[in-house]
Each structure stands twice: as structure tokens, then as C-alpha cells.
């Protein structure tokens, strides 16, 4: 019979050996130098791989059972759930991300709920959602097919599709999105006092803005394509962010009235950087709208090919907007009952109770190309009325009816077909590569070529290649050809053997160095000037 001190002993055995197995698996003892023993953590033990529905019957039981960095691999199927991270740092991926055939085979499909995908337990970016299908929230008032909520997960290579409310919806979140397909849901997504990271995604075909930012929000994109959607392809309101590398095409600003492509209204001024801004149309703005205390910065951006009914094929600026737009092409876009096909500029001319107290816009327009495009109304090329816009080393070729229409506070350094008077101003053909095929880089011969100021001009052109002290009109410096070499000193010390020297070869020495056809060029062995 065993005594009460053994009983005792035997019921903690089980104890004892679960606390040394605890501890085996949490300290290692390393003898030292002298055989000094210490002490030192292990690691964690390996994450588990959970499998559905080979080990638990559904996505959600799955997660429940995770801790640490789990993975959830879901095998191909519908799975009619809502699933919520539950803010664990754990990742809910198909059998393989990177096959398109197995994402679109691994859905989890919303049905009637407000919500497929939920993170809003203060999940990081080690809450991980890959290579899945989010579909069919049908739920008109719903949250979307992704809602992120006070987190900040990772969605990569996902298909958000055919959700009512939207494809992903964002509420004081940092979610990082990443080579998704997102298309024919409500708004594809939206954001509400949010800090998002865009990357490589496409957004299409929803059925209202491609992208909404709201509510001082900040939205990185890169490398997206925005298309087809039937509101505005991006919208800013009282936010702000960085475009950069981005297409934005085919929408339609149907439900807003301005902004086709792009809209930032209310104190919004993003940063847009090298982006195609093509074949959308609005009522107004058609490829881009900006209003009330609105300035972005517009460089490098080609904006062709859009369309509106009333003002501003290309961009509008209305109330106190000012842009500024640097290094861009503004080309074949249109007005069809209206003014302003390339730009279109307008105050609301009323005095406002605090600084500037005019609602006057104040659009800076540099180095741009400005070209082929059209309006009923006035000012093919640009239209300002009760605004202030200032246009420096620009070209306005080749619009109708005409290049400008209404009052320009100051244009300088600039090629105008309709002339103008002001000061480093011409009015000659510029010399287009190719008009017909909307190239717009300068042949050797342009008159465009150095005759511009270098006041305010950018330190590179729409290429990336350096401007020179006295810079081209244009978004285009014309740069030597490939294949051209010169060989000796600088060629503003020698000259150049007569024989080598190109037709176009005048007193205006930069201007030659600048007008050297494929070639090589040897150095003049004279100490003074060129050879006779």
C-alpha cells in the first residue's frame, strides 16, 4: 500500500516529465572554455504545415488550431467560408501561388456573407494571404472581399472577383498588396485612413473606382495597370501618395462627372511619376481632374488619348487646383462639346475667407509636349479661364483650334505655332521624329534644341537623360545617337578634322555638338578653332 507522500510522487510524475520536456526543448547547455556551463535559449520549434482538408475539415478550424508562423495549405476547391486571421502571424496559401490554374482553382467563396477575408485583430505583415481566389460576397453593403481592419497583412498573388461591395476594403490599415488580380467587384479597392502598398497588380473592370482613397489616406502604387473600370480609375480625396510606373486606361469617370483616369479632389496632392494615362473619358477631365486645394506633381507621365465632353481632355484643373507638371506629353486628347482639349484651366472666381483668398488656379507647366489635340470650344491645346497657369520650355504644336485660349499669367522659352510674344518665345516647326506615330523626340535640325532656360528646368528629361546648361523645349532632350563616338579632348577645347564635321555643323557650337549624326569624330589637331 502506497504511502500518501508516494501517491503524491506518482500523480506529479506526468508533471515532471512534461516541465523537463519543456525544458529540453527551450535550453541548451553548452560547455564552455574550463567547463563552464551555459545556458542559452533554443529556438522555437518549426512551424507547422497544416493541410485542407487532408487534416482539418475546413480553412477556419485550421487557423484555429495555428500558432507561430503556421502554414495553411488549402487544396484546389471551393471553400464556402469567412475566414479570420485572428491575428496570428500564420499564412493561408493554395498548394502553389505561382500557377495561375491552381490560384483560380482555390476559392473561398463569401456567398452571402458580408465578408470572405477578415484581418482585424492587429495582424502584421506576417499575416499572410497567397495565392488564392476571394469571390462572390453578394452582399451589397459588405465590408468586400478582403477587409483589412486596424492591420497590416500581406496579400500576394490573389484573384479578388465578382465581390458586390468591393474587392478589398481597408480601414486604418498598412496592408501590403502584391501581384493581385482584382476585377468585376464593386470598387476594386478602397481605402479609409489607411497607409497601402500597391505593387504590381491589375485592377479592372469594376464596377466603380478601380482604386479609392480616402480619409487622409496614403496609397503607394507601383507598376500597376487600372483599366476599364466604369468610375474613376484612382481616386484621391483628402489623401495623398506616390504613382510611379503605373498604366491607367479605358476608365470611364461615369459616376463622378470629373476624372476619368485619375481624380484628386479636396486637399489631395499625390506625386505621379512615368505613368501612361491613356484612352479614359468624363464629363470632365478625362485623363485627370484635380480640385479644390489640390496640387500634385505630375513628371514624366505621357497623358494621350483621353476624352471629355465639356472641358479638359487630358487634365482639368478647376477652383484653386494648381499642378505641377513636368518632362510630360499631353497628346491627342479631346473636348467634343467644350474647351480645353489638352488642358483645361478654370477658377471658381469667388474670394475665399483665408490664404490665397482667390480661387485662382495656378497650374506650373515645364518642359512639356503638348500636342494633336482638339476641342469644339477654344484652346485646343490649352484653355484658361480666371486662372494663372505659367508655361516655361514648353511645345504647343499642331492643337485646334488653336494652341492657347484666354489669359496666361507668363510663357517664356517656348514653341507656340500660334505665337506668342513672350520673352525666348518662337513659333517654328519643331521637328518631330515622327508626329503621325506620336513620337515626339527632336530631329538634329529643331529649333528647339538649346532654346530653352534652365530657370526652374528639371535635371533630366522624360528619359532620365541630363539636361544641358541651356536645355531643349520640350519633354525630350535630344541626345547623340547610338553609335556616335568622339575621340580626343573635350570637343568644346579642339575642333574636329573638316572631313568628319556634319552638314548641320554652325557658330553655335553647343548646338552642333548636340546635332552630330551617327559618326566618329576625331579630334582637330589645330590649337585654335576648326579647320577651313
Known amino acids: 500500500m502506497k504511502t500518501g507522500w508516494g501517491r503524491s510522487f506518482d500523480k506529479s510524475v506526468p508533471v515532471l516529465r512534461r516541465s523537463a520536456r519543456v525544458v529540453m526543448e527551450t535550453m541548451a547547455v553548452i560547455v564552455g572554455l574550463f567547463g563552464t556551463v551555459i545556458a542559452a535559449p533554443l529556438s522555437h520549434a518549426a512551424a507547422a504545415v497544416r493541410h485542407v482538408p487532408h487534416d482539418y475539415p475546413t480553412i477556419q478550424a485550421a487557423i484555429n488550431a495555428s500558432s507561430g508562423a503556421d502554414e495553411i495549405v488549402l487544396d484546389a476547391g471551393v471553400y464556402g467560408e469567412s475566414i479570420d486571421f485572428m491575428g496570428k502571424a500564420i499564412t493561408v496559401r493554395s498548394t502553389d501561388p505561382n500557377d495561375s490554374r491552381v490560384v483560380e482553382a482555390t476559392v473561398i467563396n463569401g456567398d452571402q456573407r458580408d465578408k470572405a477575408v477578415f484581418f482585424g485583430h492587429g495582424e502584421g505583415k506576417g499575416s499572410v494571404l497567397s495565392g488564392v481566389t476571394v469571390q462572390k460576397v453578394h452582399v451589397k453593403l459588405s465590408y468586400g472581399g478582403?477587409?483589412?481592419?486596424?492591420?497590416?497583412?500581406?496579400?500576394?498573388?490573389?484573384?479578388?472577383?465578382?465581390?458586390?461591395?468591393?474587392?478589398?476594403?481597408?480601414?486604418?490599415?498598412?496592408?501590403?498588396?502584391?501581384?493581385?488580380?482584382?476585377?468585376?467587384?464593386?470598387?476594386?479597392?478602397?481605402?479609409?485612413?489607411?497607409?497601402?502598398?500597391?505593387?504590381?497588380?491589375?485592377?479592372?473592370?469594376?464596377?466603380?473606382?478601380?482604386?479609392?482613397?480616402?480619409?487622409?489616406?496614403?496609397?503607394?502604387?507601383?507598376?500597376?495597370?487600372?483599366?476599364?473600370?466604369?468610375?474613376?480609375?484612382?481616386?484621391?480625396?483628402?489623401s495623398t501618395g506616390t504613382v510611379r510606373d503605373c498604366t491607367i486606361s479605358g476608365n470611364n469617370g461615369g459616376c463622378t462627372m470629373n476624372g476619368g483616369g485619375m481624380s484628386c479632389l479636396s486637399n489631395s496632392s499625390p506625386t505621379i511619376v512615368n505613368c501612361l494615362i491613356s484612352g479614359n473619358s468624363s464629363a470632365a477631365g478625362g485623363g485627370i481632374a484635380c480640385d479644390w486645394g489640390c496640387s500634385p506633381v505630375i513628371s514624366a507621365c505621357t497623358i494621350t488619348g483621353n476624352s471629355a465632353v465639356m472641358a479638359g481632355g487630358g487634365i482639368l484643373c478647376s477652383g484653386n487646383a494648381s499642378p505641377v507638371l513636368t518632362n510630360c506629353v499631353i497628346s491627342r486628347n479631346s473636348v467634343s462639346d467644350?474647351?480645353?482639349?489638352?488642358?483645361?484651366?478654370?477658377?471658381?472666381?469667388?474670394?475665399?475667407?483665408?490664404?490665397?483668398?482667390?480661387?485662382?488656379?495656378?497650374?506650373?507647366?515645364?518642359?512639356?509636349?503638348?500636342?494633336q489635340n482638339s476641342a469644339s470650344g477654344f484652346g485646343g491645346g490649352i484653355c484658361s479661364f480666371l486662372s494663372s497657369p505659367v508655361i516655361t520650355n514648353c511645345i504647343l504644336w499642331g492643337d485646334f483650334p488653336h494652341e492657347i485660349s484666354g489669359k496666361v499669367k507668363t510663357i517664356t522659352f517656348s514653341d507656340i505655332q500660334s505665337g506668342n510674344f513672350g520673352p525666348g518665345n518662337i513659333k517654328d516647326d519643331p521637328l518631330f521624329v515622327s508626329p503621325a506615330a506620336e513620337d515626339c523626340h527632336l530631329q538634329p535640325d529643331s529649333p528647339c534644341i538649346n532654346a530653352?532656360?534652365?530657370?526652374?528646368?528639371?535635371?533630366?528629361?522624360?528619359?532620365?537623360?541630363?539636361?544641358?546648361?541651356?536645355p531643349d523645349m520640350g519633354a525630350y532632350e535630344y541626345t547623340l545617337p547610338s553609335g556616335t563616338e568622339i575621340i580626343g579632348r573635350k570637343p568644346f577645347e579642339k575642333g574636329f578634322l573638316p572631313g568628319y564635321l556634319p552638314k548641320t555643323f554652325n557658330s553655335h557650337l553647343h548646338k552642333a555638338i548636340k546635332s552630330f549624326r551617327k559618326g566618329v569624330y576625331r579630334e582637330n589637331p589645330f590649337s585654335k578653332g576648326f579647320s577651313p
Request: one cysteine or more; hydrophobic letters at 25%; a negative charge.
Open 452 to 470: 530653352g532656360t534652365s530657370r526652374g528646368a528639371p535635371p533630366e528629361d522624360r528619359e532620365g537623360h541630363p539636361r544641358d546648361k541651356r
Open 146 to 238: 478582403v477587409y483589412c481592419s486596424g492591420s497590416s497583412p500581406t496579400i500576394e498573388k490573389c484573384i479578388i472577383k465578382e465581390n458586390q461591395g468591393g474587392g478589398i476594403y481597408c480601414s486604418n490599415s498598412s496592408a501590403a498588396i502584391t501581384d493581385c488580380t482584382i476585377q468585376e467587384n464593386g470598387d476594386g479597392i478602397g481605402c479609409w485612413e489607411s497607409s497601402l502598398t500597391v505593387s504590381r497588380c491589375v485592377i479592372s473592370e469594376n464596377q466603380r473606382y478601380g482604386i479609392y482613397c480616402g480619409e487622409n489616406s496614403s496609397l503607394t502604387l507601383n507598376e500597376c495597370l487600372i483599366m476599364e473600370n466604369l468610375c474613376t480609375g484612382l481616386s484621391f480625396v483628402d
Open 338 to 371: 467644350g474647351s480645353g482639349g489638352g488642358i483645361y484651366s478654370e477658377g471658381a472666381g469667388i474670394t475665399l475667407p483665408y490664404p490665397p483668398y482667390l480661387a485662382i488656379p495656378k497650374p506650373v507647366i515645364m518642359n512639356c509636349t503638348i500636342t
